[in-house]
Each structure stands twice: as structure tokens, then as C-alpha cells.
């Protein structure tokens, strides 16, 4: 999965095994997709800090297949499909954890529909796993079922970037809110817990996910994306679950949180399942002092949180923010590019009726609303033991049900169940 990140940058991706012929179909989708979304989100746009500017290309010269990968894949050898389970508990979910909102709202959340819920944490080597450490810590304490993998890959990906060619040669020593190159890490995170959820029978593998705005065309110069966002988007999930029905029947992957924005269920923890919510950790640039892990309180991840948190009215402290990032954060927002969705932003400046510097903005009622959209938010999707529960939960704390008519959110009626129809 990590090299699936470089199909741009190689000419043949040799793997010195056998594999089956749904795992080659998987990895020849992904080798695709990867390299499209790379082109697109890091190179052709022309906006990467880390990358040389003589290997940026003329926008007025890329071409639709610019963005296709030149590596292909061989394997030693292809076989024929075969299951690597044996049989899974349907009762069962595991989360990938991270310390994030996310996964610990989408831990509450499971929990309490009455799932037995495996934390899953993957350890990387690296700084991220500071952001991690609270959360895990919590719930290796309070849940048996908790597990982690250890990872070196971060030093993978450094690796790789002292030895591409349009990276500047001092990329270890910059330090930007987005990786130079890679896009699509999920993946490899989901592939290194898979043995966990067959060792253990778990049945369902949930993702954070939460709802993004795809209204828009997702062409650029003729090449189709998804705005660097494909492990995050529904696709991912139905590419994988056909992969699964194959090599792992009975699994199925899916995200509880797609059809909510990101301030939505920072409201829910925090509401719901408080506790949780003081596991929380989402920061780019975690620090340790007197073993306690802090969030730097100024990085784009820091500044989305305390954007949600305020605009709810809820006291960031509880997250170990302290007050002078809240200072901070009103006294320059105005000037700040938060790396969120426009509307979620304009929405969350409205409900902080224009405090301190805060930009004046208008109220955006469908970030408050369960989206429903067949293409990317489709609640049909949730498993059907669970389906009706988590709606349940949701409405709570939304005002509604919106979908999307000629590129506009407009709030619809309730969901309802579809009927199953058999053919005559």
C-alpha cells in the first residue's frame, strides 16, 4: 500500500509473491487512483512548498493521462481467489483510533448501539503517535479489547522523499501542514490491522470518515480526483467491501459518521460521551510536558477544533488547549486559511456571532443536517443492524435531513428505509 503512493515516480512495482487475481484487480484500481490524486492535489496545481519548482508542470500543457501511473505491477505469480477467513461475528466492529474526534466519537457511538468494539490504534514510529498516546492510554485502561500495531512506515516515507529527484533536498527541515507527496495513507492502515479483525472475527472495520462536500466537478484538465480525499470518500469504502466479499467475506467497511460535518460531531462527543472527548488529541504538532500530551494550540488542525469547540460555546481547555490559544484564535482568525470546507467554515464563524475579529458570516443551515446523497453520504450503506439506531442518535443533535438538487444543499423529508423488492 505505501508504494502505491510512488506509481508516478517508477516504472515497475515488483512484488515478490504470489497474490490472487481480486488482490492484482485492487491494486491496479488503487495504483490509478493514487497517482491521479497525487498529480492533481500535489504536483499539477502548483502550490507544493516541498517541491522543486523546475518539475512543476504548465498547467496549459497537462493533458488527461498526464496524471496516470507509469509503474506497473508484477507479481511472481497470479492465483485464483481464494477466502482468508473463517467466518466473522457480526456483533463485532473495530475502529481505526487515531485520538482524534473521529474515531472516539465513532467509538461512542458503536458502543452504545451495543456492538463489541475493538480501539485499534496504529503505532507509527514517528511524531504522530503522540496525537495518539492519550487516547490509547484511556483505552488500554478501560477496554480490554484494545490493540495496536507498530509501524516504521513514517521512515518509508522519508525515505522515499530523500530520493526523489523534484523534492528539495532540505524537505526533512520544512515543516508544512500537508505531506509532500503522499495522499492515500489509509489504506496501509487498514491492510496492517486486517489480521486483527480475521484473528479476532470482527465484521465490521469503521473508518472517522466524516461528511465532505463533493458538489463539484471532480475533473482537473480532464483527470478525475476527489481532491486528494479518495480513502475518505464513499468509493473507498464500496471499492474495498468488493475486495472483501471475495477474500474476506463477512467484513464489511464503512464509516458512521459520512453523513455529518465535522462541527456536527464535534458537538456529539462532546455532548454525548464527554469522557471521550477529553481523550481528544487533534493536533499536527502534539508536545509532552510532565506526561501529559498538549496540541500546539496554532496548527490548522488546532484551529479547525477551536473554530468547533467555540462556536458551540464549549471550553477548549478540555482538550489541554489553553486560554492564550484561545486569544490567539481570535485575535487572528481574520487573517488564518483554515483547511476546512467553506461552508462548514462560514457556518461555524455564524454561530460565533462575530467575536473579536472573527470574519462576518452568513448561517449555512445544511452543515447542521443529516446529508443524504446515493453517490457519496448514502445511509442506506450502514449495516442494517445498526442503521436505524444511528440515525436515531444523529437527529438528535441536527436540525434535519438535507440533499442535493441543481448543486444545492435543500433540506428534504426524513429518511426512510428502502423497501427491498424481489423480482418475480
Not at 516515507?157 to 523534492?167: A, P, S, T, V, W
Not at 484538465?221 to 464500496?238: E, N, S, V
Amino acid at each position: 500500500m505505501p508504494l502505491l503512493n510512488y506509481g508516478l515516480f517508477s516504472k515497475k512495482i515488483q512484488l515478490d509473491f504470489p497474490i490472487s487475481k481480486a488482490d492484482f484487480s485492487l491494486l491496479t484500481d488503487f495504483n490509478l487512483i493514487f497517482s491521479r490524486e497525487i498529480f492533481v492535489s500535489k504536483i499539477a496545481r502548483g502550490a507544493n512548498p516541498y517541491i522543486l519548482q523546475e518539475f512543476l508542470p504548465d498547467p496549459e500543457k497537462i493533458l488527461p493521462h498526464d496524471g496516470d501511473p507509469t509503474a506497473m505491477i508484477h507479481p511472481t505469480q497470479i492465483t485464483a481467489d481464494t477466502s482468508i477467513s473463517n467466518g466473522l461475528d457480526p456483533l463485532k466492529s473495530g475502529v481505526l483510533s487515531s485520538g482524534g474526534k473521529d474515531s472516539l466519537l465513532t467509538y461512542g457511538l458503536l458502543t452504545e448501539l451495543g456492538s463489541t468494539v475493538y480501539p485499534l490504534y496504529m503505532n507509527e514510529s514517528g511524531g504522530h503517535w503522540k496525537t495518539a498516546l492519550t487516547a490509547y492510554r484511556y483505552h488500554k485502561k478501560t477496554d480490554p479489547n484494545t490493540q495496536r500495531v507498530w509501524t516504521n512506515v513514517d521512515r518509508f516515507y522519508g525515505f522515499m522523499l530523500d530520493h526523489l529527484r523534484i523534492i528539495r533536498p532540505d524537505h526533512r527541515k520544512k515543516w508544512d501542514d500537508t505531506y509532500p507527496i503522499r495522499l492515500c495513507i489509509f489504506p496501509f492502515y487498514v491492510f496492517s490491522l486486517l489480521p486483527i479483525f480475521i484473528g479476532q472475527g470482527i465484521s465490521h472495520l469503521l473508518l472517522g470518515s466524516e461528511f465532505d462536500d463533493f458538489r463539484s466537478a471532480i475533473h482537473y484538465k480532464g483527470i478525475p480526483h476527489y481532491y486528494g480525499l479518495y480513502d475518505q470518500h464513499q468509493d473507498f469504502d464500496l471499492r474495498m467491501n468488493h475486495w472483501y466479499r471475495t477474500r474476506i467475506p463477512g467484513l464489511s467497511q464503512w464509516s458512521a459518521l459520512r453523513n455529518i460535518s465535522g462541527l456536527v460531531g464535534q458537538h456529539i462527543l462532546v455532548h454525548r460521551y464527554p469522557e471521550l472527548a477529553t481523550q481528544q488529541r487533534s493536533c499536527h504538532s502534539c508536545h509532552i510536558k510532565n506526561g501529559i500530551v498538549y496540541p500546539c494550540g496554532q496548527c490548522l488542525k488546532c484551529l479547525g477544533i477551536l473554530l468547533y469547540l467555540l462556536a458551540k460555546d464549549t471550553d477548549p481547555t478540555r482538550m489541554r488547549y489553553q486560554q492564550k490559544h484561545i486569544d490567539l484564535f481570535y485575535k487572528n482568525i481574520g487573517a488564518t486559511s483554515l483547511s476546512l470546507d467553506q461552508d462548514e467554515k462560514n457556518h461555524s464563524f455564524f454561530l460565533l456571532k462575530q467575536k473579536g475579529s472573527v470574519p462576518k458570516s452568513s448561517c449555512v443551515d445544511h452543515i447542521e443536517k443529516i446529508h443524504v446523497h446515493p453517490s457519496t453520504c448514502d445511509p442506506q450503506l450502514y449495516p442494517a443492524s445498526f442503521r436505524m439506531g444511528l440515525l436515531r442518535i444523529l437527529e438528535q443533535y441536527t436540525t434535519g435531513y438535507c440533499t442535493l438538487r441543481n448543486g444545492e444543499w435543500v433540506q428534504t423529508e426524513k429518511w426512510q428505509e428502502q423497501p427491498v423488492t424481489i423480482a418475480p
